[in-house]
């Protein structure tokens, strides 16, 4: 089932300025609402942007070097998964 929730985009990128990783999000079509870009390695950076291992992450297809990874959508059955699918019918995921 897709959700018709919006699903909030995150982007893992390293600031060619300082060389530091950063993580952004925002949701599609619009300018990112949250960056943070003071993290040493790209794992840190994952590590805060996905703690509990719940988006799916692929390589983003553009021409923008600095974007390493980006995650448009949650793993099947994950709180995130759940929850925006409980907002997206209006009831809960319990069987």
Known sequence: ???????????????????????????EGRQPHYVLDTHLTLDDALRAADPHNERIWEEPSDADESRLLVSRHF?????????????????????
Not at 1 to 27: E, R
Not at 75 to 95: D, F
């Open 75 to 95: 793993v099947n059955g994950s709180v995130e998964w759940r929850l925006h699918r409980m907002r997206a019918t209006g009831r809960s995921t319990k069987s």
């Open 1 to 27: 089932m897709q959700s018709v929730y919006p699903v909030p985009i995150a982007t893992i990128f390293q600031n060619p300025a300082t060389g530091w990783f950063g993580v952004s999000y925002h949701f």
